[in-house]
């Protein structure tokens, strides 16, 4: 206990004696000394992996013609979130601004450069969104009104919009992953999302600071793991199920990397044998941080570009009456291919 105690002595008297020297050489210099900012990433390197949770994701890739990168400011917060799609055909673009509590305000989003929705997070007293209100960008006109119910462990259960008649109902477990969404519109069934989750690990996605969950993407909630399997379902006017696709657990393939975030995953479809590959890098992980980068190089651009996948997801991703047109046409497809 006592040397436990002369160590952080030690540790408070450097950071003292740091911050007071680049305190003075600033007074001196308009612009902070090289010096400093060594010393800052030496006393950084202090906390070495005993920082719990510091990785912050910076890029998704995959074999499907899309990947995602993120950029952080100042305080580490998400300050955009590209997303382009079909080999860089087409960008979508989030912006986000923050509070002093550092509760997500704004998020503005654009498409190939072009605005397209601005959309604002409304909070309760324990800090959860409770609705967004989406608007035309830079405009006062409100084009959809999303609201949020929680259970009583703080899981979101259900994602309504009363203005579009969408109405999606959310299964949580106790672990804190996801493994239902069902969709529907007008009160009846649409689409439903399956997942199972039989290997512990850390969802990148939790690995992007100041993201309650995705505004954009309808039911894109952060599960605690990423899912072993995910199916796809649609459903015809009298309940019957039809896959878009359906991935097997006993297929996937995970590899973990620091702190236990999920760096690599396979994912086979059983109806097509179709292979669903991602990868993830992450920065300020400590020392060893496992990436893979390399993997960029070996995938060679090769895949199914354009596929069901990106497809469903670009339907997701709209917001309003383009989500209600775009999920009920992209059902009837799916049912005409099952038939």
């Not at 997303?83 to 002093?100: A, C, H, M, V």
């Not at 309760?124 to 405009?139: A, F, G, L, Q, S």
């Not at 960029?296 to 997701?316: A, D, H």
Request: aromatic share 14%; net charge neutral.
């Amino acid at each position: 206990m006592k040397k436990k105690l002369i160590s952080l002595s030690t540790l408070l008297i450097f950071v003292f004696l740091f911050f007071t020297g680049c305190q003075k050489e600033t007074q001196l210099n308009e612009e902070t000394p090289v010096s400093c900012e060594n010393g800052l990433q030496s006393l950084q390197s202090l906390k070495g992996d005993n920082a719990k949770d510091q990785c912050r994701l910076i890029s998704i890739n995959s074999n499907i013609g899309f990947t995602s990168t993120f950029t952080y400011n100042q305080k580490q917060l998400a300050k955009s979130w590209t997303l382009s799609w079909d080999n860089n055909e087409n960008i979508d673009l989030g912006t986000f601004q923050y509070n002093n509590k550092d509760l997500l305000t704004m998020a503005k989003y654009d498409f190939n450069g072009v605005p397209y929705s601005d959309a604002v997070p409304r909070y309760d007293n324990k800090d959860r969104v409770i609705k967004t209100i989406w608007y035309e960008p830079n405009t006062t006109n409100i084009v959809d009104e999303v609201f949020y119910t929680y259970d009583n462990s703080g899981h979101m259960v259900r994602q309504q919009s009363f203005m579009w008649g969408i109405d999606a109902h959310l299964v949580a477990d106790a672990q804190g992953n996801y493994s239902r969404f069902d969709t529907y519109i007008d009160g009846i069934p649409v689409q439903s999302a399956v997942y199972t989750h039989y290997r512990s690990n850390k969802n990148p996605f939790t690995a992007i600071s100041g993201q309650p969950f995705s505004l954009l993407y309808y039911t894109l909630v952060f599960s605690k793991w990423w899912e072993t399997s995910e199916s796809i379902i649609f459903y015809d006017e009298v309940g019957n199920p039809y896959f878009l696709w359906d991935q097997d657990p006993a297929r996937t393939e995970m590899k973990m990397g620091k702190q236990n975030y999920l760096v690599d995953g396979k994912f086979y479809d059983r109806i097509t044998g179709d292979l669903y590959h991602y990868w993830f890098d992450y920065e300020d992980c400590g020392k060893n941080n496992v990436g893979n980068i390399s993997l960029v190089s070996q995938q060679g651009g090769s895949g199914f570009v354009k596929n069901k996948k990106s497809e469903f997801m670009k339907v997701m991703m709209s917001r309003g009456k383009a989500f209600r047109e775009g999920l009920l046409n992209l059902r009837n497809d799916v049912i005409k291919k099952g038939k």
